[in-house]
């Protein structure tokens, strides 16, 4: 290949555009991190503590603590492996930067798929556990999203055990790990979407038998409740539309969005946390939504509800109804 082939040109060219926008990445990455860790610090207080003070043992949530430390401990250590990554290539290497971009085996540049793998994974199982919850713990529900999770780490683990295989002169794009990582990006944005849109379903059929018994209730949680899921779902989702789409057209912008997704996993995670426990007085969504138990056809209904004095009214229902033959 001639130096001044338009091959030539266009590879020097794709690998300068590389370098810029994984720069242009490191220079926000602390305005994405500071953001998080002040919704982080804000989910933790609420989960771990009451009216100022510790919460007891048996009413902590482990489950959230968990999922929490988890997303912060990937969400920090992203941004650690993307800042040595940048040393390496621009102070420590011996060689040119632009030979440190290029190189996909570089064990920093896997740990950043790592990190990537390891944060879609735990937000889907937080979504995954929340629906589960929502319906009764019937798993017949998420069977289907179940699946598609654990197709989803299988490909990412693949995909990085590939990437440390690829070694110089390559790229994400590389057609061995391509097919790995866009099958990974699409099963999370179908999980993401598949199991949003139940609980948005649950929530909306409560919502709608509980205004037909009860017609003048205002402030209802559970549609405090509703808005509040999509909202987060809607940022999350447009955030892995245009990371899957700027993946599958091979555009260098994977590299940005890539440290976007990291990170809005993690605040749309914690803003849940921390409108739920800043807007409702006893139960969560959670809570509400299973203790209703509302079927397709009811023959009776009891409700009671009982007011808060916090800003949304917690409702507190009981539904009973005839078994049907």
């Known amino acids: 290949m001639r130096p001044n082939s338009p091959v030539s040109l266009w590879k020097v060219f794709s690998t300068v555009i590389t370098v810029v926008l994984d720069c242009i990445q490191f220079a926000y990455q602390p305005f994405r991190l500071g953001f998080y860790l002040i919704t982080s610090f804000s989910c933790f207080r609420e989960l771990l503590t009451s009216d100022g003070s510790l919460k007891s043992g048996h009413t902590i949530n482990y489950k959230m603590v ?12 992203y941004v650690a492996c993307h800042l040595r990554f940048i040393l390496d290539a621009f102070i420590y290497s011996s060689g ?13 540049n896997v740990m950043l798929l790592v990190t990537f793998v390891a944060q879609t994974f735990m937000g ?87 205004r037909q018994v009860v017609p003048s209730i205002k402030n209802n949680p559970l549609r405090n409740a ?10 999350y989702t447009v955030s892995a ?22 990170q809005i996993i993690g605040i749309t995670f914690n803003l849940i946390i921390i409108r739920f426990a ?14 209703l138990r509302v079927p397709p056809r009811r023959v009776g209904q009891r409700v009671a509800f009982q007011n808060s004095r ?4 917690d409702i507190d229902t009981q539904t ?6």
């Open 124 to 210: 889907d199982c937080i979504l995954l556990y929340r629906c589960w919850v929502i319906y009764g713990r019937q798993w017949m529900v998420v069977i289907c999203p179940v699946i598609m999770c654990i197709a989803e780490i299988g490909c990412g683990i693949a995909g990085v055990c590939i990437e440390t295989s690829l070694g110089r002169d390559s790229s994400i794009t590389n057609p061995s790990i391509f097919p790995l990582i866009l099958t990974h990006l699409s099963l999370t944005l179908a999980t993401n979407v598949i199991t949003t849109s139940l609980i948005v379903h649950r929530i909306w059929t409560v919502h709608s038998a509980v």
């Open 310 to 313: 916090r800003p949304w009214n």
């Open 96 to 108: 040119e930067p632009i030979d440190t971009f290029r190189d996909m085996s570089h064990p920093v």
């Open 320 to 325: 009973t109804h005839d078994n049907e033959d």
């Open 241 to 262: 539309v245009v990371l899957l789409v700027v993946y599958a057209i091979g555009s260098d912008a994977c590299y940005v969005m890539t440290g976007t997704i990291v």
């Open 278 to 291: 800043r807007g409702t007085a006893v139960k969560s969504m959670e809570e509400t939504i299973t203790s």
């Open 66 to 77: 968990a999922a929490s430390l988890w997303l912060l401990v990937f969400s920090t250590l």
């Open 226 to 235: 509703l808005v509040v899921v999509i909202e987060s779902a809607s940022v």
